[in-house]
């Protein structure tokens, strides 16, 4: 089964938003670290933009508590937007919600600050 | 209700309208003549109109008539009945009345009776209609309170079937039940009945349930909550009004029922040895304050039946007028069936007869406690196959899975969230059968098999790791995992226990089988 995931990063006024596409599972993980990365080689906060992103699953959200780890010992916050109704339930189920601010979409990411 | 107007008659003998040099018309204030007063007699039988100052009757009546100056009394009569009457006062020309005048005025009120008459009937009409419209109102309001305060879904309690019954009468009485989580695998069920009907019984009813709820939080004891409600109670209830009420406490885990009642309906426990009643003392809830309610145990094997109803099931009467009761209650609870509700109520319908209007409303309540494996089976067994496949044990192969389930279930008419949620509850528990089941070995297949009634839908996965333990799913600590000291995987059997209503897990030494259900919408 495909399982591609593929993260790119752009710059932002006040940091940075990380492009995510594919499957959020256990194979995303050096890519989205990677992309993490190269997204704090900036300062300021990290936009996950998750509107590629069609399925996720219990090792994905293993990979993004990961991340959630880094960020909260760098004190760097974390944004979202893009996410599907039922991933956004399952953030809030999971309370990754908690420890990231997650938007409608795309504009109110951008805007907020 | 009597009409009483007098005319200051001009010259001419016609009434004086407008100009003129005439002394103005005035209106006396309306003077009845309530029925049985003697006035009532002579004016029904004097056929025409009547001089005041030709009547010698002891009437108070009479006397307030000749003190407002009134000389001459027009009966108006319909169909036997004394409508109203014209009262006149004086002519302005100091002449009596002739007898011609009279029989003017005779004339005139033969005329106006009918239409006066007419007149009523409609006016009656009219507040009758309004009367009815607002009672059909109240009705409603009732309803809607009522029907909002039930429950919206039954407990799903692994080892335990919950069901319920309720259908309101047409006056809607002021029954309810209801079932409130406790915490650790105890939940309280409440059955009671307002006496009155309407919205006052439905306002009494919102409130006793919240006062339930709440005092259910704070006592973990039925008497303690059954006494505490009451004395909340007494001083917000409406004189003469008052609620009976059972609550009782089932420990889930072991099966403890733990009881108080308040003058409701006994509980029946159909048991292996017959149908038990538990009596515990108590007087209804609102009646006066300080009330001790009497507390009993009960410990639910398994296949036991609890049966709670209200008086609109035991005092329902068939068409000769003889009451349903306890009697026939009691021996069809003790009938076995897989379905008491449907048993009791079809029993009820076919005592009352087909056209029965309903004289109360019915409740009730049954909670069966039965083994894990059995009711499970049961379930499982009785659904429609509705596809079984199996895939191979390589990782990503979750995603073949649930692929097939969206099409399996896109005819069931399940909404969105509910199938994104089932599709996420499924991977997770192939992934899980795939790596700690069946180890990642590509030549071990994960099965799945999806089964549906109309109450459930049932996925079953099959693993062939069934001699290993099976985990219990824990509430990942988020905080931990984020400060590194927790792995941060572990999310799947929790995430999988929030997708679903109900997970059950059994493993018979070579395979594992974990079963996902979740109720089918417009189910109870």
Not at chain 2, 73 to 93: C, D, H, T
Not at chain 2, 514 to 522: A, D, Q
Request: aromatic share 4%; charged share 25%.
């Amino acid at each position: 089964m495909d399982s591609e995931f593929r993260a790119t990063t752009a710059p932002l006024d006040d940091g940075s938003v990380v492009t995510l596409v594919g499957t959020v599972d256990r194979g995303a993980k050096e890519t989205l670290e990677a992309a993490y990365a190269e997204a704090t080689s900036r300062p300021g906060r990290v936009v996950l933009d998750f509107r590629g992103v069609d399925y996720i699953n219990s090792t994905g959200i293993a990979v993004i508590v990961g991340l959630l780890a880094r960020a909260r010992a760098e004190e760097r916050e974390i944004h979202a937007f893009g996410l599907s109704d039922h991933y956004r339930e399952v953030f809030t189920i999971t309370r990754l919600a908690d420890f990231m601010t997650i938007h409608d979409d795309e504009e109110a990411a951008v805007a907020a600050r | 209700m009597l009409q009483r107007l007098r005319r200051r008659r001009a010259e001419n003998g016609q009434t004086s309208v407008g100009k003129g040099p005439v002394t103005p018309t005035t209106l006396l204030d309306p003077i009845p003549i309530p029925s049985g007063d003697p006035l009532e007699t002579v004016l029904l039988s004097a056929g025409g109109p009547v001089g005041v100052g030709d009547l010698e009757l002891v009437s108070p009546t009479l006397e307030t008539i000749r003190s407002a100056g009134v000389e001459l009394i027009v009966p108006l009569i319909g169909q036997g009945e004394l409508l109203g009457a014209l009262y006149l006062g004086p002519r302005l020309s100091d002449q009596p009345y002739s007898s011609d005048d009279r029989r003017l005025l005779g004339g005139l009120a033969a005329q106006v009776a009918p239409a006066m008459r007419v007149a009523q009937l409609i006016r009656e009409q009219q507040a009758e209609a309004k009367e009815r419209e607002r009672i059909e109102q109240e009705l409603k309001v009732a309803a809607l309170i009522q029907q909002t305060l039930l429950p919206k879904e039954l407990p799903a309690i692994p080892g335990w079937h919950v069901s319920a019954f309720y259908r309101p009468a047409r006056a809607v009485g002021g029954d309810f039940y209801d079932f409130i989580p406790l915490g650790d695998g105890r939940l309280g069920v409440v059955i009671g009945d307002v006496t009155d009907k309407g919205v006052p019984a439905a306002l009494v009813m919102a409130t006793c349930r919240s006062m339930l709820r709440a005092a259910a939080q704070r006592h973990g004891s039925p008497s303690q909550v059954l006494a505490e409600v009451n004395d909340a109670l007494v001083p917000e209830i409406p004189a003469a009004m008052f609620v009976t009420c059972l609550y009782a406490i089932i420990d889930t885990e072991r099966g403890d029922v733990v009881l108080a009642n308040a003058g409701h309906n006994l509980p029946y426990m159909q048991t292996s040895d017959g149908v038990v009643e538990i009596r515990a003392a108590g007087m209804p809830l609102g009646l006066m304050p300080g009330m001790d309610y009497e507390e009993k145990r009960y410990t639910m094997g398994s296949g036991e039946i609890m049966v709670l109803t209200s008086d609109g099931i035991t005092e329902a009467h068939d068409p000769r007028g003889e009451m349903y009761g306890f009697g026939r209650l009691m021996s069809r609870v003790a009938r076995r069936s897989d379905d008491m509700v449907t048993a009791v109520v079809s029993d009820l319908e076919a005592f009352t007869g087909p056209d029965a209007e309903q004289e109360d409303d019915i409740t009730l309540v049954v909670v069966r406690r039965s083994s894990s494996a059995q009711d499970s089976a049961l379930a499982f067994e009785s659904g429609e196959l509705l596809d079984a496949f199996t895939v191979a044990s390589e990782e990503g192969n979750e995603r073949v899975a649930i692929a097939r389930l969206a099409e399996v279930v896109a005819p069931l008419g399940f909404e969105e969230r509910d199938v994104e949620r089932l599709k996420t509850a499924l991977a997770e528990t192939v992934m899980n059968a795939i790596e700690h089941g069946n180890e990642n070995r590509p030549e071990l297949e994960v099965g799945v098999e999806v089964r549906a009634t109309d109450e459930v839908l049932t996925i079953r996965v099959t693993d062939q790791g069934g001699a290993k333990e099976i985990p219990e799913a824990q509430t990942p600590d988020l905080e931990a995992k984020l400060a590194g000291t927790q792995t941060p995987r572990g999310w799947g059997l929790f995430l999988i226990e929030k997708m679903v209503d109900e997970v059950r897990s059994t493993s018979d030494g070579r395979t594992h089988t974990v079963e996902l259900i979740v109720k089918r919408k417009g189910a109870l």
